[in-house]
């Protein structure tokens, strides 16, 4: 096995035992962006030189230092909506194509802190706008288990970095299912943790109060190494909550036993994928096997869950989108007559069809005349979804859902109609909705050998209860070792 | 028929506190342009606020001080719009609920007693400035992007530019004692916007209203008033309707003319701020905030009164503003004679002042040296006509009085036996005096005392030289 098929914990042990260095490690990654990046297309942005340069510095560090911290020597790679000082940091979109942000988003000043080796930027969707990374003004991203399909979105980069061995973790951010349902198509693990866990400063907003950063692992253990150096209180974001930090690996292994998983029908409704149901149902038995005790939890209100995260994201992003005008920075109309003009040609041109769409519908729903019955009545909604999952959480420690209704479904498809798109995100928004954590692992293949992904919700602050479940499945059925058959692709 | 004004107003403050509402950038002004900026106030991508905690603090204690209600629970909403000079194309403000409300400031206008409604009073944040300028075309300047505001808003309770006026300046007074804002117009610290219709003079419905912005001196606000009532009462008498609209007073040419209408209003798609936590104020933080209220004029002015024995006129003059408050306070600490220090900040040190294009708040004397110049007077050292000349001397090289005295050689001739030979001279040399006061005409005295002074430069001590006088025409007049 190459160096960078393994994961972190396995890379972890070899740079501990001194068998390998972090230059080799960070070679073996650049190796295989060269090897497959033009096939996956999961980058917008390389830094291999100066990773390998890191690499170097590391290494020369190590060689004098006793203890690593987890993550040092790593190399990984952001979503392309978290500011990195001196690097272009796009949003995949026209609008900010020249845009070197001044500053560091406060997951890169963390994971500078931590020893972290950035490899690059990754695609996405225009401003995290989308489920299948086919909004970027600048490349389609492939998923590494059919060059065919769509990755999922918006962080359909990050997820296929990971799938593919182009990182050994990647941070994406998940508005609505963005880091969830991308892990869930691309066969990874994706985790959004409780809003205010991980710090938005320098991630490009996109909906304020949605948006949450979180981690693409190869598997879960990973994901509690990279939850534990990310998570923290910053206090440039107002909205980031002051705990003590925890580590989430102390707990990952004791177990289910005892544990109630609820199951709620809302999650098995019309347009479930025949195999992603079967899927979930074996899921189901497994943790039934393993001592868990199986519930059957419901909701009163989440059929408005998909509408209402709709009007508030939309009115947020209308807002949040707005500073992008041709004046200070980013892209600018080269000809305009009169600033009105500079304003609609800049906006015009500069952002996608998706964005533009969104933005619109957010004017409209913060309109006079409109906001009450649009705005006002999404966020009365979320508070009755709120309720919903307090009450379903009285009831069981987690929920078990699918990710996403299917699998990765083809480049194109659902171009045309984006309803149906918005669709694809029906099991994760409810989640953001909330503000609770999630978590999407593998659990199956479908018969065209795409993977299937389930989801795992918990109440508010529950990401040790979640990694646990997740790690007693991924470890019984071993699905970590399922690769992307991208290989015999070419 | 006759008609009557009927004026609100919103007043905005720019805060005193160090750093910017939202980031730590300097609120100084008079900066060189985008000095004062950082990603925050910029509004680039990806940043976001962070409510500076002394906002909250001066908004309370502004409330406080005009008698407002304190919300336990407010919070913070974008005014969304498009402009240059702001840079998230979003304001952030206070919407639906303000952090105080229902206040109410007493003015006095002839005589008249009146309450005044303080609708409510946000928090905002204010924007940058265009500079038009330029030969490369308009240019922004952000420094006062993020600058903290409050807006006070009135209830429609002035009938009268007087009242107006008299209302501003009493918030602005009220505001500067407080410490929230050092509300210098001249700096923009401190704006005025007015609502104003007029109706029939004892209808309760209001007529329909235009506003003005941006009114920048207590002048121009009267004016705009004046200006804007009459255009109204023309417009009325000649049976039109008056337009709902927005106003622009320009005041060079003392006119108003339509900006936009109603129709062309704004729709600001108010929204809470999903990037701030709400504002949580407790009882105890009130009460603390309260505590540590200063003296407002009302009760400043009435204890000058009581404590100072002032006339009210005086007491009403040196309160009108915290700066000359302050002034006379520090001065009576170290020289306990209120009413000659009254007089003279009332009456030498204006035109002084004046002169050199001053105010209180740049004054280049301190309240120890005032202090020290009229025990000088009081002792006698000196006579009340020096007095005047060293103070005009120490705004000009900023000495202390005792060493302008020294260097000019002003102290009063108060030595007997100097004095005696001048007078014995002087006496002498006007037998014709003598020959008056003999026959008994006393305003000889008068001359003679004039001479004395003319002889010594106005130094002799009037007193002793007057005891002398009578001592040697005595002895003369045997």
């Known amino acids: 096995m190459e160096l960078s098929q393994k994961t972190i914990h396995e890379i972890n042990d070899l740079l501990e035992k001194k068998e390998v260095t972090v230059t080799e490690v960070t070679q073996s990654v650049v190796d295989r962006i060269a090897a497959v990046e ?90 995290a706008m989308g489920s299948s990374t086919e909004n970027s003004a600048y490349k389609i991203t492939h ?43 691309c066969g990874v693990v994706g985790m959004k943790p409780t809003y205010g866990l991980v710090s938005r400063y320098g991630l490009v907003a996109f909906a304020s109060s949605l948006d949450q950063i979180g981690p693409f692992t190869k598997d879960v253990e990973d994901c509690a190494l990279v939850l534990n150096a990310i998570i923290g209180h910053d206090p440039k974001d107002s909205t980031s909550l002051n705990l003590e930090k925890k580590d989430y690996t102390q707990t990952l292994k004791q177990g289910v036993k005892g544990m109630k998983i609820g199951v709620a029908q809302a999650f098995f409704g019309e347009g479930l994928q025949p195999e992603v149901r079967k899927s979930l149902e074996d899921a189901i038995a497994v943790y039934k096997a393993m001592g868990a005790e199986i519930v059957d939890v419901s909701f009163q209100y989440l059929d408005y869950a998909l509408s209402a995260y709709y009007m508030i994201s939309s009115a947020e992003a209308s807002s949040n989108l707005a500073r992008y005008d041709g004046i200070r920075y980013g892209y600018r109309a080269e000809e305009y007559d009169g600033l009105v003009d500079l304003y609609k040609k800049t906006r015009s041109q500069g952002f996608g069809e998706e964005v533009k769409r969104r933005i619109m519908l957010g ?41 996403a209704p299917t ?72 699905l970590k070792n399922l690769k992307a058959p991208l290989e015999t692709e070419v | 028929m006759e008609y009557e004004m009927v004026i609100g107003m919103e007043i905005h403050v720019e805060l005193g506190t160090k750093t910017k509402i939202f980031c730590s950038c300097p609120t100084e002004f008079g900066q060189d342009e985008n000095t004062h900026t950082c990603p925050v106030c910029l509004g680039m991508p990806g940043v976001l606020p962070v409510l500076n905690e002394k906002v909250v603090e001066y908004a309370t204690r502004a409330g406080l001080a005009l008698n407002c209600e304190i919300a336990h629970f407010s919070k913070m909403d974008r005014k969304n719009y498009f402009y240059p000079d702001l840079p998230k194309a979003y304001q952030t403000s206070q919407f639906d609920l303000p952090i105080c409300t229902g206040g109410v400031v007493e003015i006095e206008v002839d005589g008249m007693k009146k309450d005044i409604g303080i609708t409510r009073i946000h928090i905002e944040e204010d924007a940058g400035k265009l500079l038009h300028e ?157 505590s540590e209220l200063p003296e407002l004029p009302e009760a400043k002015k009435q204890r000058y009164i009581d404590e100072y024995k002032l006339p009210e006129y005086d007491a009403g003059v040196l309160t009108a503003s915290g700066v000359t408050a302050r002034f006379f306070e520090e001065a009576v600490s170290l020289y306990d004679e209120a009413k000659q220090i009254s007089n003279w ?18 004054i280049p ?114």
């Open chain 1, 143 to 185: 998923n590494p288990w059919d060059l065919n399909k769509v990755p999922g979105g918006s962080s359909g980069g990050s997820a296929v970095a990971v799938a593919a061995d182009t990182a050994f973790y990647t941070l994406g951010s998940d508005t609505g299912g963005s880091i969830r349902q991308p892990a869930s198509f």
């Open chain 1, 363 to 403: 004017t409209y729903a913060l309109s006079s005349g409109y906001y009450d019955a649009y705005y006002k009545k999404a966020m009365q909604v979320r508070t009755l979804i709120k309720d919903d999952f307090n009450q379903v959480f009285d009831g069981c420690d987690v929920l078990l859902t699918p990710t």
């Open chain 2, 134 to 290: 330029s030969a490369e075309g308009t240019l922004v300047d952000v420094n006062r992007c993020g600058v903290p505001l409050v807006e006070i808003v009135t209830e429609p309770d002035m009938r009268s530019a007087e009242e107006a006026r008299v209302f501003a300046e009493k918030v602005r007074n009220i505001l500067e004692y407080t410490g929230v804002s050092d509300c210098k117009m001249q700096e923009g610290s401190m704006r005025f916007d007015v609502n104003l219709s007029m109706r029939e003079k004892g209808a309760t419905v209001l007529g329909t209203r235009t506003e003005m912005k941006n009114l920048n001196s207590f002048r121009a606000l009267v004016r705009a008033v004046q200006y804007e009532s009459k255009r109204q009462i023309i417009e009325l008498k000649k049976g039109h309707k008056i337009i709902q609209e927005t106003r622009k007073w320009d005041d060079t040419k003392g006119v108003s003319s339509s900006l936009r209408s109603k129709e062309e209003a704004q729709d600001y798609r108010y929204f809470p701020e999903p990037d701030l936590v709400p504002i949580v104020i407790e009882k105890e933080y009130i009460e603390k905030i309260k």
């Open chain 2, 365 to 478: 004397i301190k309240p120890a040296q005032l202090a020290e110049l009229l025990k000088l007077v009081k002792d006698g050292v000196i006579n009340g006509t020096s007095g005047k000349e060293v103070l005009k001397e120490m705004f000009n090289s900023g000495k202390n009085p005792d060493e302008i005295v020294k260097e000019q050689g002003l102290s009063q001739v108060s030595d007997t036996g100097e004095l005696e030979a001048i007078i014995e001279k002087i006496v002498a040399d006007n037998p014709k005096s003598l020959e008056d006061i003999g026959a008994g005409n006393e305003k000889a005295y008068g001359f003679l005392t004039g001479q004395v002074m003319k002889a010594t430069k106005g130094k002799a001590n009037p007193q002793v030289a007057n005891k002398i006088i009578r001592d040697v025409v005595a002895k003369h007049l045997g």
């Open chain 2, 345 to 362: 900040i009332m009456v030498e040190i204006p035109p002084l002042l004046k002169e050199k294009e001053l105010t209180m708040e740049n």
């Open chain 1, 38 to 127: 033009n096939k996956t297309a999961a980058y917008l942005n390389l830094q291999t030189e100066e990773a390998l340069r890191a690499a170097g510095v590391i290494d020369e560090k190590l060689g004098e230092q006793k203890k690593r911290t987890p993550l040092e020597g790593i190399p990984y790679a952001l979503k392309d909506n978290m500011c990195t000082q001196g690097i272009l940091t796009t949003c995949a979109s026209k609008m900010l194509y020249n845009f070197n942000p001044p500053y560091n988003a406060h997951v890169y000043d963390r994971l500078i802190e931590e020893g972290g080796i950035l490899l690059g930027k990754t695609n996405m969707d225009e401003f």
């Open chain 1, 407 to 478: 699998t990765a479904f083809g480049i194109g498809e659902k171009t045309s109609n984006p309803l149906e798109m918005y669709l694809t995100d029906i099991y994760t928004v409810p989640v953001n909705i909330a503000g609770i954590p999630g978590i999407s692992i593998p659990c199956g293949l479908d018969n065209n050998g795409m993977p299937i992904g389930m989801q795992l919700l918990g109440p508010i602050l529950s990401e040790e209860t979640l990694l646990k479940v997740a790690w007693a499945f991924e470890n019984e059925k071993g």
